[in-house]
């Protein structure tokens, strides 16, 4: 799929902006009812969405979709029972269940796909999910490509759905906190910001590819999709997909779009594109199974010289999270912590007229309903998602071509310095699937 860049840019300017949803999207369930929500993928990460979606009174599970026929019935079962015992009933029948994506996508009565695929299935079921008209929540990364990735900016714009993105921080207060503080001017001219994810990921100790037949309850030619059709191994699917470059980017894409985007936010980067990233270092695994790295470090500039350090080391007294240090004081933020440089910072009150994350004080999954029922734009948009992946994904292109620089043409929306690098990019798809053109 090829997109111009001026086509892109105007998709991506109108996807961060509100925009009023088409009659056609919102089907008999229109937002003053109840909206029914198709699960693609109910394994692990999933449990919390449907035990959010189960307790809402204005939204009804009527889809279960997953390729493992354990975790398809196991969470079916989770569903009939809640609505079972909600009606008074011995039993329920109005939750569906299948290992065929499309089969959810093409129900007319859905008007939200939640989707909780690995990260080779965002794409596809987001752009066909948005092509069908339905609202979609969609895990993070984004995508595992940076085509992919377009191709969801415009598919979500083009069909007037709503679309969150699983960058959850940003509707935690600590991290709001952090972000207010250094867009409000309180740390002063930022002269620092480095960001601290995790490292490692999956049994490096793997030493053969020990291929096998999938167990029966899996669908493993359907679970593969558009990817490569690697051989079966059990190391290879549920989490541990997370560490082969064919499913996914490794532990830097699976957080990237949390620790980093708050210092994109909070930087105010958070919908531009970087000019380079450079000072690649990568610890990658002696194993035949996995190939994403295990530890690495780099430096993302942008624009009138703003500057992000990445490390699995550490932003802060080798702490993950996000360190933010202006010529005012700084703040360190992780998950349910904050620390200040002085107590008369900590005690700042945050402007009322000043910068603020959208979408009050509701949770992320709240944000992402309330924007449906009220038409507004959700705290985590498609297009920031984007421009955060992006990043990942031009460290991750530059590991596995052995450079040491990256630099990115945001006009022809390339890398122009390695064409080794640049080749990672996009995503060759495995017939018979293929990424509609949008």
Not at 415 to 428: K, L, Q
Request: proline content about 5%; aromatic content about 10%; hydrophobic content about 40%.
């Amino acid at each position: 799929m090829i997109m111009k860049r001026r086509t892109f840019l105007r998709l991506a300017g109108a996807a961060a902006a509100p925009f009023i949803i088409p009659s056609r999207v919102l089907g008999r369930n229109a937002p003053s009812s109840r909206l029914n929500v198709g699960f693609i993928g109910a394994g692990g990460i999933s449990g919390g969405h449907r035990d959010f979606v189960l307790q809402q009174d204005n939204l009804q599970i009527t889809w279960i979709c997953d390729v493992d026929a354990n975790h398809r019935n196991a969470a079916l079962k989770q569903a009939a029972d809640k609505y079972a015992g909600r009606d008074g009933a011995s039993s329920y029948n109005g939750v569906k269940s299948t290992d065929d994506l499309r089969e959810v996508i093409a129900d007319r009565d859905v008007d939200i796909i939640w989707n909780c695929t690995p990260d080779h299935w965002h794409a596809l079921s987001a752009v066909l999910a948005a092509q069908a008209g339905k609202h979609v929540y969609t895990e993070k990364p984004l995508a595992r490509t940076v085509s992919e990735g377009r191709a969801m900016v415009s598919a979500v714009r083009r069909a007037g759905v709503v679309c969150q993105v699983g960058c959850q921080q940003r509707s935690s207060w600590e991290f709001q906190r952090a972000i207010a503080l250094a867009r409000n001017g309180a740390l002063g001219t930022i002269r620092s910001v480095r960001v601290g994810l995790p490292g490692g990921g999956g049994n490096r100790g793997l030493k053969k590819i020990d291929a096998r037949p999938a167990p029966p309850e899996l669908n493993y030619e359907m679970w593969l999709g558009p990817a490569l059709a690697l051989p079966y191994m059990k190391e290879r699917v549920h989490f541990d997909w997370r560490w082969n470059y064919c499913f996914g980017g490794g532990i830097l894409t699976d957080w990237i779009n949390h620790h980093y985007d708050i210092a994109q936010v909070a930087l105010g980067v958070n919908k531009e594109a970087p000019l380079t990233v450079s000072g690649m270092k990568a610890e990658l695994p002696d194993c035949p199974v996995y190939d994403t790295p295990t530890h690495y470090s780099f430096t993302v500039h942008y624009a009138n010289g703003k500057v992000i350090e990445v490390s699995s080391r550490g932003a802060f007294n080798g702490r993950p999270g996000v360190y933010l240090e202006g010529d005012k004081g700084w703040v360190w933020v992780n998950r349910g912590t904050i620390e200040h440089s002085s107590p008369a910072l900590q005690s700042l009150p945050l402007p009322s007229d000043g910068f603020v994350m959208p979408g009050k004080k509701d949770s992320h999954r709240q944000n992402f309903i309330n924007a449906i029922f009220r038409n507004l734009t959700p705290r985590g948009p498609v297009v920031d998602a984007y421009y955060t992946a992006l990043v990942g994904h031009l460290a991750n292109a530059a590991f596995r071509a052995g450079v040491s620089e990256v630099k990115w043409d945001a006009e022809a929306e390339r890398v122009t310095n390695a064409a080794d690098a640049e080749r990672f990019m996009s995503a060759n798809y495995r017939a018979p699937w293929v990424l509609p053109n949008v």
